[in-house]
Structures are given as C-alpha cells and as structure tokens.
C-alpha cells in the first residue's frame, strides 16, 4: 500500500460568492481536513491553496479531477510535497 503523503492543491477559479465552498466540498466528501488554506479573491478571479496530508498520490490525483469539474473552476495543479513518514524521521 502506498504511504501517505501530504500535496498542496492550487486552484484558480471565478470570483464568484460560494467558490470557496465548492473548492472545499470535495475533500469533505471524501473525509479530507485541509491542514491549511489560504484564499484570495478580487474581482477578476479566485485563487485557493490548501495543503492536505494523508493522502496518496493517487488519491490527490483523483481529487484534483474531481476538483477540475467543480462549476467556476478554472483550473487545478496538484503537488506532493513529502512522504508523512519521511517527515517523521
């Protein structure tokens, strides 16, 4: 079984009043706490960041297009950042 990990998600969407709401429905869904998430929103659009830990990589993958298909979203990159149990060392 591959170990957890921990991936940041970027997501770039319309400004519209619930985006942030929609971007966060998906990882509720699927049992996920983001461990942190920074948005910014301004008339010409939204940016999200979240970082989420305990995820394998397919599993982010499977989030991000997930994610891709949210109503207002532009688009989405994923990126691991470490193993859980590198970082334990």
Known sequence: MPAPERHEFRIEADAVSDILLRIT?????????????????DGEGAWTLLEVAGLTSERAEQLSLRLAQVPSVRGVRVRRLHTLATAAK
């Open 25 to 41: 429905g998906p990882f509720a869904v699927q049992g996920v706490a983001p461990t942190s998430v920074r948005h910014e929103q």
